[in-house]
């Protein structure tokens, strides 16, 4: 009969060195028989100092022998790879270690104890040389550090070799620079990313280190989760074989949105030939009172066009440029990319857009709870058209960007019953002391007949909007309540309002008590709406002090009745309200005070990352 023969495996050093692990092993054996059940892991604890410097030795034995009748030696050499990668610029560190050791980082999680490092996307110009290949030392302080540690004996590069690559889906995602010479800026090669797949990491006898340097070239978008992954993998030489392969995972930091209630740091403003000095000046004297700087773009930059808010999109990073049905000029990218600023655009495939793809339709709420579920960024609001043929939406392009984001996610809103079609015409948020922090004002039909009836009451019937005004035909207060047409349109306002409130107070986790309502009427062109006087919500927040549109209301008492009903909702909230003439500048043309200026904003306090989406 064959001899049935046992195998008993034990290290050779003695020391911390390598370890033998058996698994499935009867329980009391000394020895066991060799089948497919036994499992045998061996691993060591620090790198090799020569090759084959570790062992292991495999004896045999017979059925009854005491002594082993054959033997084998498994010899081992450790190479240990560690890979160091930074978040922005915070203390926190993610690392990628020995696999005998710890368990490889290979996933990206959220959270405050999730782990994974961050890449910022490298939009701006800290070089007056726009090249892929060219860039200064202030470049690198926007990218992420990779320290790739690499311990064990020289010699086994004779063959063997490192790989480092990025996968063929990332490849145009992501910029990779190694670090090498005297430091020099010529010293920084371009040796991933782009169309670089893979590189060599050559080892110098003695070198343990190399340092390279990650920046993002994307946000996350429809086609891209955010999620870059770097693997290096030692190579067996003639022909290539993989030996092991390490992996680390950086995500590319999302696009953010800073809504009103954040501290206001610039605001931007155009000015045009048909002549808004009368504006400017009074926003001038705005921005002073609230402690910022005032940008004007100049004409011959702006190229007439004066709807800022329209065409771009502050952010934490990058301007976000709209590309609209109207004319579009490279103004916005000439004047704002420099250092730590740049911009991103969104264009749709075959030039399909509509008014709705301008940025006065686009906002952000402030942090809020809805049901439990946090969102310490805000929300995303888009004005969109109700499920029906025909509507106006944003185009995809954009809104598939928005929701990539993840962190800020949007809310659809109704949006398509207004001419120009932004939710900046019938929405704004304001700061405020107590509560959530902050109050959403709403354009509201309803409030503005109130106001008018009381004044009526009163025996204010009289008294006209649009006094003062040249060139502008006056109606009194008995003649907008006695409009049939007037009323009809206000009330097919209202009730697209009320849609949006009830959208709002759900996803956004409000009450009553969280809303003020803005005394406001609109008139029906074409189907369509337009504001009848200045729309009041369409105003700038630069902490607590307002710029609204003047409405030009009726004078009850030597004020305008519209104005001291706004002063009295927002004042005892503890802002200021300014009321900044934009009629002919601004309003007659469709648009107000939001519409014509920009705002930069302090970021969060709060880590992106620590959310969970």
């Not at 292991?56 to 059925?63: D, K, T």
């Not at 050499?77 to 710890?102: A, D, G, I, Q, R």
């Not at 202030?138 to 490192?162: N, V």
């Not at 946000?219 to 067996?236: I, K, Q, R």
Request: proline fraction near 7%; glycine fraction near 6%; hydrophobic fraction near 40%.
């Amino acid at each position: 009969m064959p001899i049935n023969r046992c195998a008993l495996l034990q290290s050779s050093k003695i020391g911390p060195r390598s370890h033998v692990l058996i698994l499935a092993k009867p329980a009391g054996a000394s020895r066991w028989t060799l089948n497919s059940q036994v499992e045998v892991i061996v691993s060591m604890d620090i790198p090799s100092s020569t090759v084959n410097d570790s062992k292991v030795r495999i004896s045999y034995y017979g059925q009854k022998e005491n002594a082993p009748i054959e033997g084998a030696w498994l010899y081992l050499t450790c190479v240990s790879k560690y890979c160091k990668n930074n978040w922005l610029n915070t203390l926190e560190t993610c690392h990628l270690v020995n696999p005998f050791v710890l368990p490889l980082q290979t996933k990206w999680t959220w959270g405050p104890d999730g782990q994974g490092a961050v890449l910022l996307v490298n939009c701006d110009r800290d070089s007056p040389v726009a090249n892929a290949d060219l860039f200064c030392f202030q470049d690198l302080e926007d990218m992420s550090l990779m320290i790739l540690r690499i311990q064990g004996p020289s010699a086994i590069f004779a063959d063997y070799k490192l790989v480092l690559h990025v996968s063929v889906s990332d490849v145009d995602k992501v910029r990779v620079f190694h670090a090498s010479g005297d430091g020099s800026l010529a010293q920084y090669e371009h040796v991933l990313g782009s169309d670089k797949l893979s590189y060599v990491v050559d080892r110098p006898s003695g070198q343990e280190e190399d340092t390279f340097y990650v920046e993002g070239l994307a946000f996350p978008d429809a086609d891209f989760s955010g999620l870059v992954s770097f693997s290096v993998t030692l190579l067996e030489n003639a022909p290539d074989t993989p030996v092991f392969t390490d992996t680390v995972v950086f995500r590319v930091a999302p696009w953010i949105m800073t809504p009103n209630t954040l501290q206001p740091l610039e605001v931007f403003v155009c000015r045009v030939s048909n002549p808004n000095g009368d504006f400017l000046e009074a926003l001038r004297a705005l921005v002073r009172k609230a402690n910022c700087k005032l940008t004007v773009c100049p004409e011959a930059e702006n190229q007439r066009d004066r709807w800022i808010q329209v065409i771009i999109q502050d952010s934490y990073l990058a301007l976000f440029i709209s590309r609209s049905q109207r004319r579009q000029s490279d103004w916005p990218k000439l004047t704002q990319q420099g250092p730590d600023f740049g911009y991103v655009t969104r264009v749709p495939p075959h030039g399909h857009v509509s008014g709705l793809d301008s940025f006065g339709n686009l906002d952000v709420s402030p942090p809020v709870t809805v049901q439990g579920k946090t969102y310490p960024l805000g929300r995303i609001l888009i004005g969109s058209s109700l499920p029906r043929s025909g509507g106006r939406r944003m185009t995809k392009a954009v809104r598939d960007f928005l929701y990539a984001q993840k962190v800020q996610p949007p809310v659809e809103l109704y949006s398509d019953w207004l001419t120009v079609g932004h939710v900046d015409e019938f929405l704004s948020f304001v700061p405020a002391p107590d509560r959530k922090g902050f109050r959403l004002l709403m354009a509201s039909p309803d409030a503005c007949y109130k106001l008018f009836e009381e004044k009526q009451r009163e025996g204010h019937g009289n008294a006209a909007q649009f006094a003062g005004l040249e060139n502008v035909q006056t109606i009194t207060i008995d003649e907008m309540l006695a409009d049939k047409s007037l009323k009809s349109d206000s009330e097919y306002v209202q009730s697209c309002i009320d849609w949006n409130r009830h959208a709002l107070k759900e996803e956004l986790g409000l009450t009553e008590q969280d809303i003020i309502d803005i005394p406001q009427l609109f008139v029906l062109n074409s189907s369509r709406a337009d504001a009848f006087f200045p729309d009041m919500v369409n105003m700038i927040v630069l902490g607590k002090h307002l710029g609204i549109p003047k409405p030009f209301g009726p004078i009850v008492d030597g004020w305008c009745c519209l104005e001291e009903n706004v002063r009295s909702l927002l004042e005892p909230l503890g802002l200021t309200c300014t009321f900044i003439n934009d009629f002919f500048s601004y309003h007659t043309l469709l648009g107000e005070i939001h519409c014509g200026t920009n705002v930069r904003r302090k970021p969060f306090s709060f880590k992106w990352w620590n959310m969970i989406p």
